[in-house]
């Protein structure tokens, strides 16, 4: 090797330390490295930033506004509500979320169903105070596990089968990497639910997702007529298992029900009192129907509601709201926001929201105008105002728009091919229909795109670059597999699997499959080996990144969000790396003769 592949592989070497201490974030990291081998001249400045015009780093923009899209509107919640049905605990939910991830990613780009479902895991992991490090990575691997099954699961089948087209071979049919694909899947699977719990960590502590836990508010939500809930028990409603939230009474007209039973039938018009924590009752509201009852006008000023902000407020001792109870104190008219819960020291308040007589010290949950907090920072009435991020009303109204506009994203991105659509520019059109159709404002699209997760995958790309432009990729390749011959047909095979895997580890499982793949065709040519069955198994080691995050994006998706350091994808997916080593040389000799 030339000195530009030793400097490559020193440039690799240190990035990859300091990712797995954990010195500094993934994204600088890696940009420092894509950067120190721009300066050396090993790649060129448009190399280095051709991540950006890559167009998986642009379909995970795109998806990234299409999933708070579902978000604002609340389809999240219905798609997370068939995900995850009842789940309560992390092996309940894990149990259910293996098939639908598996399956989705068979027939929607895996990066797709990452980006849907992560903030459905998130939010789930926050109402039930489970660390979201437990599921995140497990998502990931399910959707490379279900990638595998299909040509258009993954990319790197389609650059495989392009490949190999070039090469003179027939191209990868839809379902034949199925005949391997889904044994693995299964085999993953298994392993994720048997084994994977044991070696996971629990990187963020699970009773932070729910903030301060002392902190009980007293919160009235009102049942309206379109509300599911009505004629419901209270446990068919699932209003006993909220975690953080306990069902204090129910007001009905005149009569109030206390303690309230799990067979309690609810009705419209029901005003149920929840006492709990913040962050569960801002979840109440994302259940159509079911509204703040100290809002009057909640339905009539939905536009105006859209722009509000939940927002925290302590009552001071000069406040003008003492010794005065809510309903009298006008909130609407002096401070443009609705009182919407109460929280009074350690005491559980009872009875309703607008006859609590304020004291000092109380704070006030509210929804109020974007410019609250700015205005009344320096009120005297208040202590301390702040701002509840990312809690707002949800519009239900859209919902069904954005239901309507996923399943055209599926449909284009199963079929959309065959008319010449390709998947970025597919979910560039749903996320811009997405805006259009007011699911999402245009400034909200911009604050959704996670800028830190698409630097660290563009900057990857130029690593991959540097390896291959310097010789260092091809150099190593080669010595991984030149000592498959002497071995034999099945060590030969397994040899070109494992160094697949290897290279993955370092750079982009694309660029691995496009490196490995010509050594593996000239060790086929060289032993008289079936050409086809080697084609094969670098699809299968390419499309399996496990072992690093910056081997595949739905590893780096969920990077971030789970608190992972990188020696978290080593402990977990070598393992796994090594049982589906195993499951291919057993079904792919079977199925695609290594004999010529």
């Known amino acids: ?118 903030p459905i895991l998130s939010d789930w992991c926050r109402r039930v105070r489970v660390s979201p490090s437990r599921l995140l990575m497990p998502l990931s691997f399910l959707s490379i596990l279900g990638g595998m099954c299909t040509l258009i699961g993954t990319t790197t089948n389609l650059i495989v089968s392009e490949t190999m087209e070039q090469a003179g071979l027939d191209g990868i049919s839809m379902f034949e990497l199925g005949r391997v694909g889904l044994p693995c899947a299964v085999i993953g699977a298994a392993y994720l639910f048997f084994i994977g719990p044991r070696l996971l960590p629990t990187r963020m502590d699970a009773g932070a997702a729910l903030g301060d836990p002392s902190r009980e508010y007293l919160v009235e939500m009102k049942l309206q007529p379109t509300c599911p809930l009505a004629g419901k028990s209270v446990h068919e409603a699932g209003l006993r298992r909220l975690p953080g939230l306990f069902l204090v009474e129910i007001v009905r007209g005149e009569q109030i029900i206390s303690p309230v039973g799990p067979d309690e039938i609810l009705q419209e018009g029901d005003q149920l009192a929840f006492a709990g924590a913040i962050q569960t009752i801002v979840d109440l509201e994302r ?158 699209a911009r604050r959704t795109v996670h800028l830190d997760v698409l630097m660290t995958i563009a900057a990857a790309f130029g690593l991959g670059h540097a390896l291959d432009e310097s010789g260092a990729a091809r150099a190593i390749g080669e010595m991984i597999v030149a000592a498959a011959g002497q071995w034999g047909a099945l060590v030969s095979l397994a040899l070109v699997y494992i160094s697949t895997i290897v290279l993955s580890i370092f750079i982009t499982s694309k660029a691995a499959a496009v490196l490995i793949f010509p050594i593996a065709m000239v060790i086929a040519a060289q032993l008289g080996l079936n050409p086809r069955a080697f084609a094969v198994t670098v699809a299968s080691a390419a499309a399996s990144s496990f072992a690093s995050p910056i081997s595949y994006q739905t590893n780096m998706m969920v990077f971030g969000p789970g608190g992972y350091k990188f020696g978290d994808f080593l402990r977990v997916g070598l393992p796994l790396h090594l049982l589906l080593l195993i499951v291919a040389m057993i079904v792919i000799p079977a199925v695609w003769s290594i004999e010529t």
């Open 1 to 118: 090797m030339g000195w530009e592949a030793w400097f490559t592989v020193v440039v690799i070497v240190f990035v990859c330390g300091v990712l797995v201490r954990g010195i500094a974030p993934p994204d600088m990291t890696i940009w420092a490295g894509t950067i120190a081998v721009t300066l050396a001249g090993i790649i060129s400045p448009t190399q280095a930033l051709g991540g950006f015009a890559s167009e998986s780093v642009l379909t995970i923009a795109a998806l990234f506004v299409i999933a708070a899209g579902m978000r604002e509107t609340g389809a999240l919640d219905v798609i997370g509500s068939h995900v995850l049905g009842r789940a309560r605990t992390e092996r309940g939910a894990l149990l259910r979320l293996m098939p639908h991830a598996a399956a989705m990613s068979a027939f929607l780009a895996n990066t797709a169903v990452v980006a849907m479902l992560i």
């Open 287 to 444: 259940i159509p129907g079911l509204t703040p009852a100290a809002d009057v006008e909640y339905e009539a000023s939905f536009a105006e509601r859209r722009n509000r902000r939940y927002c925290e407020a302590v009552v001071s001792h000069s406040s003008i709201l003492l010794a005065r109870n809510i309903r009298d104190a006008n909130f609407r008219a002096l401070y443009n926001a609705v009182v919407i819960a109460v929280h009074r020291g350690g005491e559980r308040l009872k009875g309703r929201i607008g006859d609590i007589v304020l004291r000092p010290g109380d704070t006030l949950l509210m929804q109020a105008g974007p410019h609250f907090v700015e205005a009344n920072q320096n009120n005297p009435d208040f202590y301390l105002v702040r701002r509840i991020d990312q809690a707002r009303p949800v519009r239900h109204d859209r919902t069904w728009i954005a239901m309507t506009l996923l399943a055209l994203l599926v449909i284009l991105m199963v079929f959309g091919g065959h008319a010449g659509i390709r998947p970025v520019i597919a979910a560039f059109l749903v996320a811009g229909l997405m805006m259009l159709s007011g699911c999402i404002s245009i400034a909200d």
